[in-house]
């Protein structure tokens, strides 16, 4: 509201400092932002009292800026609406109208009546009614509705309802001359507007800025907030943002007197507006556009914009724009060859002024035009009564053109009429005025040149920082990316080691399987043939190494052929394992229990006399015979005949088995279901033994009785 509004701020509308000065063409509610500066992050406030850079392009068209570099505090949540569609659809339609038509938002506001809102939909219609009174130049209207709404919007506690409401009661507490509370409003809504970015209020409120540096000649200050203002607007703002960019750029051009400047941008403000559904901003772009055309004598190009301005002005029933307008109008029409019609449209638009009460530049500016058409165009006789009428309105004018005018004009007629001392008087003060004009431009101009050229240098700098930044940036991704591929590289070496990892331990537990099923007797779970044949080796290697004794047990199953051709094979079976069961049960802790052949058993005895060895043979004898046969479905006893044999003579493992197969043989030839030592055996006895032993494997015959028993046998002698 501040900013975008154009007409108390603007050089566009009524009762605005511009009565005083053309540098208050932005004068209104500057003085309110200044103060925001102490409200924004310490960044902010460092960047805003610097002076302000000025556009390195033409007005609206800003290069670098500052706000991008705003710390931006944490953006309060927005309640959602809780009013129904077709409430919420024309509060919407309210709240847009507000500035761009206010007298239909007036209308819209009475026509909603007062349906069942929320607290927030209350307030949000008391936000839009302040607003539509002031940029009705209502202002003691919008003061009071301000007033009576805050304190509830701040309980609420929606920033956005409260940085609104602020912004139309700094606007209208500003033209009421209240100028410090303005600002401390102003401040406010600052502070809550860029807390919630919002991009509308950005916008209006460093416009606002800009306008009240230019109305204290900082012109270098001025279009930095500009610049800072189109930035927001580029960034985040729609055409209305933009729309109010190109305006205030427009004003600003023609503070500095560079008018070709000036019409360019009244020329996109108009259009920007007329994007934005804006017919305020727009008649007021077209306005002031034709205004600057017709004082610089291009009097027949004024007509067409003033022509659509005074349309819009009629279609929203705008008063004070139909007043203006028509001043305009007038103005154009006496200096395009058009006098009568002129003359005659100013008194109407005197006429108007006076019924609406504006007072200020604009009567005064339509009293010298009313002088300078009776003097062009020889009808001096009236024209003294219009300069003392232009006189009195230009009393409180600090707008050195427009008294230059004046003077211009009153020197003029007091000529025409032959007061020549009033005309020297006039045209001394003329002189005056313009060495002033001329100071102040040169002043502006050059303020503007240092505020361009340091807008250059920040942009530039800004600009490196971007490139910097993005290459930081663009560096960061690639490191990012390429730890994201090291990250995805290690996460797969790790992957392949654990697999690998996975697969070696599965082949070790298979290795060990099979391992263990190569030295595991399938039948009784007790250690093959081979793997008592190794164990046996070592363990005899270590017990000769320590000169220990060694011992080695060779039991046979009695009669296990009439078990399997009487009971069948399966209890053959079951018989080997309840006897293998049995043996372990009753063995040492070191001892190791083998199959050595189909019912033949190996006993290995480290660290074991052969007294010991004998004794252990006998526990194991009677063990098995004790064992209850009817478990395993046999009707008969188990027994076991045993050879037992003892590390001597042998020179290795086999040589000892083939010994306690001499021993067994000999159990065997006693009756069975006894312990039979090889060294008890009589030689000839030992003999009879061995020679039958080979006997009884006649494909071994010739070979050492070593090597006989180290290999597979029949063992036909255990039945």
């Known amino acids: 509201m501040l900013s975008i509004n154009h007409r108390p701020l603007l050089p566009s509308r009524r009762a605005h400092p511009l009565r005083r000065c053309p540098a208050a063409l932005?004068?209104?509610?500057?003085?309110?932002?200044?103060?925001?500066?102490?409200?924004?992050?310490?960044?902010?406030?460092?960047?805003?009292?610097?002076?302000?850079?000025?556009?390195?392009?033409?007005?609206?068209?800003?290069?670098?800026?500052?706000?991008?570099?705003?710390?931006?505090?944490?953006?309060?949540?927005?309640?959602?609406?809780?009013?129904?569609?077709?409430?919420?659809?024309?509060?919407?339609?309210?709240?847009?109208?507000?500035?761009?038509?206010?007298?239909?938002?007036?209308?819209?506001i009475a026509a909603l009546g007062r349906p069942?809102?929320?607290?927030?939909?209350?307030?949000?219609?008391?936000?839009?009614?302040?607003?539509?009174?002031a940029y009705q130049f209502r202002m003691d209207e919008a003061r009071a509705a301000t007033d009576e709404a805050l304190?509830?919007?701040?309980?609420?506690?929606?920033?956005?309802?409260?940085?609104?409401?602020?912004?139309?009661?700094?606007?209208?507490?500003h033209e009421l001359n209240r100028g410090a509370e303005a600002l401390a409003a102003a401040e406010e809504a600052m502070q809550l507007a860029d807390r919630i970015d919002h991009s509308e209020l950005r916008v209006d409120l460093r416009i606002f800025l800009a306008e009240h540096a230019a109305r204290r000649g900082d012109?270098?200050?001025?279009?930095?907030?500009?610049?800072?203002?189109?930035?927001?607007?580029?960034?985040?703002?729609?055409?209305?943002?933009?729309?109010?960019?190109?305006?205030?750029?427009a004003a600003l051009a023609r503070l500095i007197d560079d008018v070709p400047t000036a019409l360019h941008a009244y020329t996109v403000a108009e259009a920007a507006f007329r994007d934005d559904g804006d017919p305020l901003g727009e008649a007021d772009a077209a306005r002031r556009r034709a205004v600057l055309l017709a004082h610089a004598g291009r009097h027949a190009e004024a007509l067409d914009p003033l022509q659509r301005?005074?349309?819009?002005?009629?279609?929203?029933?705008d008063d004070f724009g139909v007043a203006t307008a028509t001043a305009g109008m007038a103005m154009a029409m006496a200096g395009s060859?058009?006098?009568?019609?002129?003359?005659?449209?100013?008194?109407?638009?005197?006429?108007?002024?006076?019924?609406?009460?504006?007072?200020?530049?604009?009567?005064?500016?339509?009293?010298?035009?009313?002088?300078?058409?009776?003097?062009?165009?020889?009808?001096?006789?009236?024209s003294l009564a219009a300069v003392e009428d232009a006189r009195s309105a230009l009393v409180r004018s600090d707008d050195l053109r427009l008294r230059m005018r004046f003077q211009e004009a009153s020197a003029a007629a007091h000529a025409a009429l032959g007061r020549y001392r009033e005309a020297h008087a006039a045209l001394a003060e003329l002189l005056q005025l313009k060495t002033r004009y001329e100071n102040q431009r040169l002043s502006r101009q050059l303020a503007a040149q240092r505020g361009r050229m340091e807008s250059q240098r920040m942009a530039a700098d800004l600009e490196r920082a971007r490139s910097e930044t993005e290459a930081q940036r663009?560096?960061?991704?690639?490191?990012e990316r390429n730890a994201r591929w090291q990250t995805l590289l290690i996460l797969a070496a790790v992957a392949g080691i654990a697999l690998a990892l996975y697969a070696l331990l599965r082949t070790a537990r298979r290795s060990r399987r099979n391992s263990a099923l190569a030295q595991t007797d399938y039948l009784t779970g007790i250690q093959n043939r081979r793997r008592i044949s190794e164990l046996g080796q070592r363990l005899m290697a270590r017990c000769s190494e320590r000169a220990e004794p060694f011992a080695v047990l060779l039991l046979d199953l009695d009669h296990f052929k009439s078990i399997n051709d009487d009971f069948g094979h399966a209890a053959g079976d079951r018989a080997l394992q309840a006897v293998a069961t049995e043996l372990k049960r009753h063995l040492r802790r070191g001892d190791e229990l083998g199959r050595y052949g189909g019912e033949e058993f190996a006993v290995v005895l480290p660290a074991t006399e052969v007294e010991r060895a004998a004794a252990i043979a006998e526990r194991l004898r009677a063990a098995v015979a004790a064992l209850p046969t009817e478990q395993i479905g046999l009707d008969r006893a188990l027994t076991v005949s045993i050879g037992v044999a003892s590390a001597g003579s042998a020179r290795d493992f086999a040589a000892l088995i083939a010994q306690a197969d001499v021993a067994l043989y000999a159990a065997k030839q006693d009756g069975r279901d006894r312990v039979m030592r090889h060294d008890a055996l009589p030689p000839a006895r030992e003999a009879e033994a061995a020679a039958a032993v080979a006997t009884v494997a006649p494909m071994h015959a010739g070979l050492p009785l070593a090597t006989v028993a180290a290999l597979p046998r029949p063992f036909a002698q255990a039945e």
């Not at 103060?35 to 609206?60: K, V």
């Not at 953006?75 to 709240?95: K, T």
């Not at 920033?159 to 009661?169: E, F, G, H, K």
């Not at 019609?341 to 109407?348: K, P, S, T």
């Open 26 to 108: 932005l004068a209104a509610p500057m003085a309110a932002l200044l103060a925001l500066l102490a409200a924004l992050p310490p960044a902010a406030q460092a960047q805003a009292s610097s002076p302000s850079p000025l556009p390195t392009q033409p007005h609206w068209q800003l290069a670098g800026g500052r706000v991008a570099e705003l710390a931006t505090a944490v953006v309060a949540p927005v309640a959602p609406s809780a009013e129904p569609a077709a409430v919420e659809a024309r509060l919407q339609s309210i709240e847009r109208l507000a500035k761009r038509d206010p007298r239909r938002a007036q209308l819209e």
């Open 219 to 249: 012109f270098e200050r001025a279009f930095g907030w500009l610049e800072e203002a189109d930035q927001v607007a580029r960034r985040n703002g729609g055409d209305g943002a933009r729309a109010s960019v190109a305006y205030t750029a």
């Open 309 to 317: 301005a005074l349309a819009r002005y009629h279609a929203l029933a």
């Open 474 to 479: 663009k560096a960061l991704d690639r490191a």
């Open 116 to 133: 069942a809102l929320s607290v927030r939909g209350q307030l949000r219609l008391a936000a839009a009614r302040a607003q539509a009174a």
């Open 151 to 173: 304190p509830a919007a701040r309980q609420l506690g929606d920033p956005q309802i409260v940085a609104q409401l602020l912004t139309s009661r700094a606007s209208a507490l």
């Open 337 to 382: 060859g058009q006098p009568d019609q002129g003359m005659a449209l100013n008194l109407e638009a005197i006429a108007l002024m006076r019924s609406g009460a504006i007072t200020g530049d604009p009567m005064a500016e339509a009293l010298v035009d009313r002088v300078m058409m009776l003097v062009e165009h020889r009808r001096a006789v009236g």
